[in-house]
């Protein structure tokens, strides 16, 4: 939500309804910056004409630096030439007189559109050396909950805005992950074939479709044919760049192994193994689980998830356990909810926190992946390590 700078009571009103909708309202620049901090993808500040002019140019200038797509518009009590060239020097948007409500909302517009054309990850300040999580949710089963999943733990690591997560649709012939979130899939990974020279923060930044401020997501392609073109070396790039811009990163998959795939079991911390608890998925988790320990992928960064678990339906947890031959690390119910969850377009963790769908979800974040080790990619290989060793 747009964030107005100001001390002066009687604006604020005003102020507030011509910039539109809700206001973050704080009274000194300081407060902006720890507002920022906590909302990376923050796009537009208002100063008022209270606060020192200095200031104001000092704060645009730095976040100019730090922030491109952040928009600051500043409000003074009359126009002047000197200010504008000062202001424009440092990075302001427009400077505009507090009196004139219709110019502060017209420029409030601009701002945000302007914001909008800068791709979203560039709001998002780079942890030096700091390295996110990467969880994978997998099954060779069509229809597991792979993608229903990986949206709520997308959503759970989130925690309203505590993380910054990056929902990535590896599904890339049928990926569902735009209609679930209701996102228009304006960017996706096939623009990043225009990359030639490698994949950077600033690249990936414009791959990014924000569906919350911190919760971003990079969407499959829609054209069919379109996921042929993209290299598995592609995916493996994305990942490690996604690690440095986020805290976690959860990536969907199809129902099948393949080398986009593979990719991102080589490089993820932890494995979501999906099954439900009917004959067919059984056997497919027994497989995968059989081809996961070929390809030497450590068992201690995979957890098997039982979903839509339903004792009506006669297979207990007990049988998919001496199938799987390990214990079952979670249990997610089945429920009705969940379907209609979907087709309003809501993940069910925000719709109805504390349904019993929700909070299974939300366990499996904060005990598999918010505990999960991250260790260089040399003592994780699988696939490309067995690749290594075979060729
Ligand atoms: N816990 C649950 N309770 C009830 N229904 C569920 C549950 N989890 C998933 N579903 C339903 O199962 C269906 C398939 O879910 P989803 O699309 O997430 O699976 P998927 O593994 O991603 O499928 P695909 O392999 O086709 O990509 C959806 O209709 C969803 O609503
Ligand atoms: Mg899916």
Do not use: W
Request: with cysteine; aromatic share 2%; charged share 20%.
């Amino acid at each position: 939500m747009p964030i107005l700078c100001t001390k002066l009571i009687q604006a604020i009103p005003p102020v507030s309804r011509a910039i539109g909708g809700e206001v973050s309202l704080v009274d000194e620049l300081t407060s902006v910056e720890h507002l920022l901090a906590s909302d990376p993808l923050e796009t537009l500040v208002v100063v008022g004409p209270d606060v020192d002019l200095d200031e104001a140019l000092a704060f645009t200038a730095a976040q100019r630096l730090a922030r491109p797509a952040l928009g600051v518009v500043l409000l003074r009590d009359a126009f002047e030439v000197k200010v504008l060239a000062l202001a424009i020097r440092a990075g302001v948007r427009e400077v505009v007189p507090v009196s004139d409500l219709d110019l502060i909302a017209e420029a409030c517009t601009r701002s945000l559109e302007l914001s909008k054309a800068t791709p979203a990850g560039l709001n998002l300040p780079i942890q030096q050396g700091v390295e996110g999580k990467v969880a994978v949710v997998f099954a060779t089963k069509g229809g597991c909950g792979k993608t229903t999943t990986a949206t709520n733990l997308a959503v759970a690591l989130h925690a309203g805005g505590a993380s910054r997560v990056c929902l990535v649709d590896l599904d890339l012939a049928f990926g569902d992950v735009a209609i679930s979130l209701q996102l228009t899939p304006a960017r996706t990974l096939v623009d990043a074939l225009a990359m030639d020279g490698g994949l950077d923060e600033t690249g990936v930044s414009g791959l990014l479709t924000r569906y919350r401020p911190g919760l971003d997501c990079v969407l499959a392609p829609v054209e069919p044919g379109d996921s042929e073109q993209i290299p598995a070396s592609l995916i493996t790039d994305l990942i490690l760049v996604l690690r440095r811009m986020f805290d976690y990163v959860v990536v969907d998959t199809p129902p099948q192994f393949n080398e986009h795939v593979l990719a991102v079991l080589d490089e993820a911390d932890h494995h979501v193994l999906l099954t439900t608890p009917d004959v067919p998925t059984l056997k497919n988790l027994r497989l995968t689980l059989d081809m996961l320990d070929m390809l030497s992928y450590p068992r201690d960064r995979r957890s098997i998830v039982l979903n839509r678990e339903d004792p009506r339906v006669g297979l207990t947890v007990a049988d998919v356990e001496s199938v799987a031959r390990t214990n079952v690390t979670a249990r997610i119910p089945a429920s009705l909810a969940v379907p209609a969850s979907i087709n309003r377009g809501v993940p069910i963790t925000i719709e109805s926190p504390d349904h019993a769908v929700s909070v299974a979800i939300k366990e499996i974040a904060t005990r598999t992946i918010v505990g999960a080790k991250h260790e260089p990619p040399a003592s994780k290989r699988g696939f490309l390590g067995l690749r290594r060793r075979s060729g």
